[in-house]
């Protein structure tokens, strides 16, 4: 990672205005959009906008042109080009025929794609933004930080200081007085223009007509007052028929705004009189930018299913740290991501591309269904094998493929870690690994993995088996998760073996995008998982069970390894989490809780891959009340806790915030346990409340439901 | 249509609307005009009200020579919607006429009369009924003109409209019908 983009984090997380604002924001658009779809079913309508979309993207080319000839046939001169210089080039040689002085535009994402102001105003027009936010970011010389609230990094004091020294001195920061202020200078601006730059949100291919969002009003009177209109409107808002409209109107302004609807829908179809009775000039280009090529890649074509709402970003639980400066000047947040490799190029994400923790709240709210976080991975896999990984990286893989030696380093390290061991924690570890253990204190390396522990343990043999896969964490550092769970299962007849040849599940690997050393991973352990017939194959760590369900097939298909395929999917249909198995023999009557006796109040902590990839978060919850525990829900249950495997050794400055939110949610519940499902998050939370001192008990379900069973 | 209206005006009100609704045009007219003296501008000289449509009222301060200078200087525009949609509160209106955009954009009040039969459930009822064959501007309405991008408050009236009141018809709900 270079320098810059660390000085960068550095500068966000410490700015307490930005953190601030986001923080609230991204709390209450939670509420907000939850409350803006009520009665509405999501899953449907985003299934609509992602076949609607990506029908699209099948055909830019033909639909570009059915455009061209409907909009053209209304009386509109429409411009199709690959090549952003082509497009300031013709908006240039516009203004200069038509004798434009003064431009207005409203907001158009594409246009600060390809610096249009800049051109324009080194021709000597004068160029003024009219959306609120994007005029403050124009005096204030700064790029946006948010597809849809360009401006919110900066306070009311920030806007005032601005408009003071760029417009009119003597500027209140009374946010009324402000937005009255902006209505007042702009009014003149828009009445005096000679051309009114729009974007567009959706492009109707049938009927050559245009549909544009706002709230402000600036779009209708820029596409009213001035005589030429021109839209700027990248090829990926083209949908083929007027029907297609309705789903991404729907779901646009309560995704982004958490609107029912914007206050403004403008849908422009052809020319229009001026205000003098003459038609109105109005010229559309349809830009490319790499769009085309994106809708070539197998993988990246999904991209193109983006409505532009911005919900990724404001769901993001790095974002609302970092904002949006930290990831560019164009395009923001976990889309943004994906649209700087294409529209920039691949090398320009490389930085950013580290920031995304693979929590998958963006994957739940995207209304073009888009898989974000897979996509990103994809990115790493292809910027690994692009300029090859870095050497640390390569060297601490080439252990981790080796499992002899990996186990072995393991073990050795539970010896050359007593002089910073404290009980069962790391809470110093000198030089430059302090960094790891600032925030949070690390488990110590259990003296005994549990893959010795359990030849220790005498169970009934039954007729029923299942293979436990423990993954490194509860095999090296929480053995006693490991244990809890044989004595559960035992306690329903069933027979735990654990088949030694197990490794490490490949996600630090794939997280990487290091996928050849993943796949490696997956063999070795299809391998060990599948040679004795068992029913079950268990993991009470969330990331290891997705990996052994999903990750591996996905993985070997990534790679166009298809011959290993069939088994790596046979694995998948046994592998099941501790708590969904349980849950499933507490129903089945093969498991029973001992009777009622009050233990207490717990709060529940989801983890990522259980609640979102798994779809497992009542399952956890109603073993534990039965076991006789009380629930109390904290704030953002679900909400990452900020490990992310190597995430948060890679990005201790942003793990260490998130971190500190989730202890926050949790003491604020007063229950002196939280429970979880995740030994990941057991070290982040165990750790992070170690550091403080405090005393709240952090543990695995596992671990509170096995003296509670029958 | 009672329900329509009631899920309109609980939506429009949400979004920060004014909503009336009267029997018939005599009294809604009057009710215009009454908020014209409110604004001091039923009187003239110089006309404070543009009407963009069919002259229903008649007052000294109120022009239906709708010009860009006479809209940009007025307090009061007044115009006709085609359709209201109970769900999310919104005017629908084919403004391909110049007029119908500028008495609804540049004026801090916009008066909105619409008939209390031209009500939809929602979206998909009025994209049903739109051709843009024929309507080369199609405007929306929800609430007045609204920004969050300071802070993230949510402050009316920024380019737009301050104020957004709606008149519903029941006469010309028969009358269309």
């Given amino acids: ?710 | 249509m009672n329900t329509l209206y009631e899920m309109f005006k609980s939506r429009a009100e949400v979004a920060s609307a004014e909503v009336h609704r009267f029997p018939d045009q005599g009294k809604a007219c009057e009710f215009v005009l009454e908020l014209l003296r409110e604004q001091g501008v039923a009187e003239g000289p110089q006309p404070g009200a543009v009407w963009a449509g069919r002259r229903l009222l008649e007052a000294p301060g109120l022009s239906y020579v709708v010009t860009r200078e006479a809209a940009a200087s007025a307090k009061v525009g007044i115009s006709e919607m085609d359709w209201a949609l109970a769900d999310t509160g919104t005017l629908v209106q084919d403004a391909t006429e110049v007029e119908k955009r500028l008495v609804s954009t540049l004026p801090p009040i916009h008066v909105a009369l619409v008939g209390t039969g031209q009500l939809l459930p929602d979206l998909a009822a009025v994209l049903g009924k739109i051709q843009p064959s024929k309507a080369g501007y199609l405007a929306m309405i929800t609430g007045p003109s609204r920004t969050a991008d300071i802070e993230r408050v949510l402050t009316i009236g920024v380019h737009g409209p301050l104020r957004l009141i709606v008149v519903f018809v029941d006469e010309a709900a028969r009358g269309n019908a």
Wanted: aromatic share 6%; proline share 4%; hydrophobic share 40%.
């Fill in chain 1, 1 to 710: 990672m270079k320098t810059e983009f660390k000085d960068s984090i550095h500068a966000a997380v410490n700015n307490a205005n930005l953190t601030g604002a986001l923080g609230r924001f991204s709390e209450a658009y939670r509420v907000n959009r939850a409350k803006a779809y009520e009665g509405i079913d999501f899953e449907a309508l985003r299934e609509q906008i992602a076949t609607v979309k990506s029908s699209a993207a099948a055909q830019l080319d033909a639909l570009g042109e059915a455009f061209k000839r409907n909009a053209e046939a209304k009386g509109a001169k429409v411009f199709r080009t690959a090549d952003p210089e082509a497009v300031k080039a013709y908006i240039l040689a516009l203004a200069k025929e038509k004798g434009v002085k003064r431009v207005v535009k409203s907001k158009s994402m594409a246009s600060e794609e390809i610096h249009l102001n800049k051109a324009l105003e080194a021709a000597g027009i004068q160029v003024n933004e009219t959306d609120l936010g994007e005029w403050i970011i124009q005096l204030a010389h700064q790029t946006p930080s948010h597809m849809v609230m360009p401006a919110i990094h900066m306070t009311k004091e920030e806007v005032a200081d601005v408009f003071s020294q760029e417009v009119e001195a003597g500027q209140a920061p009374d946010i009324p007085k402000l937005v009255k202020f902006a209505r007042a200078k702009l009014r003149p601006m828009f009445l005096e223009a000679d051309m009114g730059i729009s974007g567009a949100n959706i492009a109707v291919a049938e009927t050559g007509s245009l549909v544009i969002v706002t709230n402000e009003g600036n779009a209708r009177l820029t596409t009213t007052l001035p005589r030429i209109h021109v839209a700027l409107v990248g090829i990926e808002k083209l949908v083929e028929h007027f029907n297609d409209v309705l789903p991404i109107l729907r779901a646009l302004p309560k995704s982004a705004t958490a609107q029912l609807l914007t206050s403004y829908v403008s849908i422009i179809s052809g020319q229009v009189p001026n205000t003098d009775g003459s038609p109105k000039e109005l010229h559309i280009i349809l830009m490319d930018n790499k769009r085309s090529e994106m809708a070539k890649d197998p993988k990246f074509k999904q991209a193109l299913q983006c409505i532009r709402c911005a919900s990724c970003l404001n769901v993001c639980p790095v974002f609302r740290l970092v904002g949006g400066h930290v990831f560019g000047k164009v395009y923001t947040g976990g889309i943004g991501t994906i649209l700087t490799a294409w529209f920039d190029e691949l090398k320009k994400s490389d930085d950013i591309q580290a920031l995304c923790i693979q929590c998958g709240n963006c994957k739940e709210v995207c209304p073009g269904k888009i898989d974000i976080p897979e996509l990103i991975l994809e990115l790493r896999r292809r910027l690994a094998v692009e300029q090859g990984q870095p050497l640390v990286q390569k060297a601490i893989f080439s252990v981790v493929n080796n499992r002899r030696l990996f186990h072995g380093m393991l073990r050795m390290a539970s010896i050359t870690q007593k002089p910073f061991k404290q009980g069962k924690f790391i809470r110093h570890l000198p030089m430059f690994l302090s960094d790891l253990t600032d925030f949070r204190s690390l488990p110590a390396i259990a003296d005994v993995p549990f893959r010795d522990q359990i030849k220790r343990i005498n169970q009934p043999k039954g007729k029923e088996k299942a293979a436990f896969y423990s993954g490194c964490l509860i095999d090296f550092s929480y053995p006693e998760m490991g244990e809890a769970l044989v004595q559960v299962l035992n306690k329903a007849g069933i027979e735990v073996v654990y088949p030694d040849k197990q490794t490490c599940c490949g996600a630090p690997a794939r997280y990487s995008g290091a996928y050849e050393v993943a796949a490696q991973n997956a063999q070795d352990n299809i391998d060990a998982l599948l040679e004795e017939d068992v029913k079950y194959v268990v993991s009470a760590c969330p990331t290891c069970t997705v990996a052994l369900k999903q990750d591996f097939i996905g993985t070997f298909e990534s790679l166009g390894m298809t011959d290993r395929l069939e088994k790596a999917r046979r694995l998948a249909a046994k592998t099941i989490d501790f708590s969904t198995l349980v849950k499933q023999l507490v129903d089945e009557k093969r498991l029973t809780f001992k009777e009622g006796k009050d233990l207490g109040a717990f709060t529940y902590h989801d983890s990522c891959h259980l609640k979102r990839t798994l779809k497992a978060s009542e399952a956890p919850r109603e073993l534990m009340r039965q076991a006789g525990y009380q629930l109390t829900e904290m704030a953002e249950c679900d909400m990452c806790c900020g490990m992310g495997g190597s995430y948060s050794l890679k990005l201790p400055e942003i793990s260490a915030p998130i971190l500190e939110r989730k202890l926050q949610n949790i003491k604020a519940t007063h229950a002196p346990l939280t429970v979880m499902d995740c030994p990941g998050c057991v070290m982040q939370i165990r750790g992070g409340f170690d550091k403080e001192g405090a005393a709240v008990q952090v543990e695995h379900t596992a671990q509170r439901l096995a003296d509670r069973l029958e």
